[in-house]
């Protein structure tokens, strides 16, 4: 069993990661906009499925990674630092653009819906990324089992992931109108993302290798 503060810091990261704009995002508010909200809520049940085929492979792999390759645990903590790095920058480079800044997208079927809100997460870097990179940072062998701790910590992301997206995709026209009227704040929650992005990167750098 994961302890309580770790698995509240995992939380946190999480959330750090689903509010930062990223394909899964721009597709579910595109597809809000652009055709309502229940489409928007059948392309998050088709990201949700997404995330459980990060989430097992992710977890089969993390077994053997643990057992096995000491060395490539220390390849991935730093991929990911790298990668948040780059998140970092995305959030504050010059000519940033807000995900609310939607292109229009043509009516499709509620099959099509989930299955592109599938493969829209399935086939999502960040997503990979997070459960390759991040997540490894979070088990110990000294908690039980691997495998069991990368379900519990994918089950967690899930849920937070899925939350924070149905508001999302309920609230999207409305959060887009809004940021048109107050730019600033845009600037700000950029420019806010990008510092806790870097201070994630930074502990994740120095993180030491946990074993029993």
Do not use: C
């Not at 229940?38 to 990674?65: D, E, K, N, Q």
């Not at 940021?179 to 990008?194: C, D, H, S």
């Amino acid at each position: 069993m994961i302890p309580v503060n770790e698995l509240f810091l995992f939380a946190s990261a999480a959330l750090l990661m689903v509010l930062t704009p990223g394909p899964n995002m721009i597709y579910l508010i595109s597809r809000s906009i652009s055709q309502g909200r229940i489409a928007g809520v059948i392309s998050l049940l088709g990201v949700v499925t997404g995330f459980l085929v990060h989430m097992f492979a992710a977890a089969i792999g993390l077994t053997a990674l643990f057992l096995a390759i000491p060395l490539a645990y220390e390849t991935l903590k730093w991929a990911g630092a790298l990668y948040l790095l780059w998140l970092a920058w995305q959030a504050v480079r010059p000519g940033a653009r807000s995900p609310f800044e939607t292109k229009n997208l043509p009516i499709d079927s509620k099959s099509k819906l989930f299955t592109m809100g599938f493969l829209t997460n399935v086939l999502n870097p960040k997503v990979a990324v997070f459960y390759l990179a991040i997540l490894p940072q979070f088990i110990s062998s000294e908690h039980g089992s691997v495998l069991l701790q990368s379900i519990e910590l994918g089950l967690t992301q899930i849920a937070i992931s899925f939350t924070v997206n149905l508001v999302i995709a309920l609230t999207a026209a409305g959060i887009a109108s809004w940021f048109a009227r107050n730019p600033t704040w845009l600037a700000v929650q950029r420019y806010f993302m990008g510092f806790v992005l870097a201070t994630l990167a930074v502990r994740l750098a120095l993180e030491q290798r946990r074993t029993a």
